[in-house]
């Protein structure tokens, strides 16, 4: 079965650090991929999906993700974070043969000392 | 506005009973998803519908049973027969093929 893991369940960071969490999925065929963040009280939000093309995604808030496919990952990235990113980040894969399903990776808590 | 709204926010359920949680979107979408969030596990499916009518079982569905009659709804239902039910149950609905899907607010529900 496919699986997607986030390595990191913690990270706490100071603002205006640089911030890289990090996604790898088993599917060995075509997907799409998604990043989605749940801040505080709030219902999960899309932050940015790939599906084709530019494997450099950005997505809102200064996020980007890169899709390296030879490594199977899909890593978050932002140059320089702010207390207002605290929140859980979860990667998702959508194999492209399974309609709009999605699996999620256990998610990463993030905590931005201000 | 157009979204998802749970219902209610925070469930509490007695040992043997049944609790139902709803679900309802006015995007027009016509895939709807049930998840269940436990801490450190991400977002788990428990059952999904493609289409009014017709829904399949996720990879967790054991404990659980949903409906999907109209197109707007699909409510949860936590039989007793989920041994661990207490967890943060989220719902979601998507349209075609390649589009994200949509989260509501989530239903916290605890056992009494």
């Known amino acids: 079965a496919q699986s997607v893991s986030q390595h990191n369940h913690h990270v706490i960071l100071s603002e205006a650090a640089s911030l890289e969490l990090g996604c790898n999925y088993s599917?060995?065929?075509?997907?799409?991929l998604f990043w989605y963040v749940q801040y505080p009280g709030q219902h999960l939000q899309l932050l940015l999906k790939y599906f084709s093309g530019d494997p450099l995604v950005k997505g809102i808030k200064g996020f980007e993700a890169e899709f390296i496919k030879s490594k199977f990952s899909f890593n978050l990235r932002k140059p320089s974070v702010q207390w207002s990113d605290t929140a859980e980040y979860f990667c998702?894969?959508?194999?492209?043969?399974?309609?709009?399903?999605?699996?999620f990776g256990g998610g990463t808590r993030l905590m931005v000392k201000p | 506005d157009g979204g998802i709204t749970q219902s209610p926010k925070y469930l509490f359920r007695k040992e043997g009973q049944n609790v139902t949680l709803s679900c309802e979107q006015n995007l027009n979408h016509d895939a709807m998803y049930w998840y269940r969030q436990d801490p450190g596990q991400g977002l788990r499916l428990i059952y999904y519908s493609q289409i009014v009518n017709d829904f399949q079982k996720g990879d967790i569905a054991e404990g659980y049973s949903v409906s999907r009659e109209k197109k707007e709804s699909f409510p949860l239902t936590v039989t007793s027969a989920q041994k661990n039910p207490t967890a943060f149950y989220l719902c979601?609905?998507?349209?075609?093929?390649?589009?994200?899907?949509?989260f509501g607010d989530g239903t916290r529900l605890s056992i009494l």
């Open positions: 998702a894969v959508n194999p492209n043969n399974a309609g709009n399903m999605l699996t």
């Open positions: 599917y060995g065929g075509t997907v799409n």
């Open positions: 979601a609905s998507s349209g075609t093929v390649n589009q994200p899907q949509h």
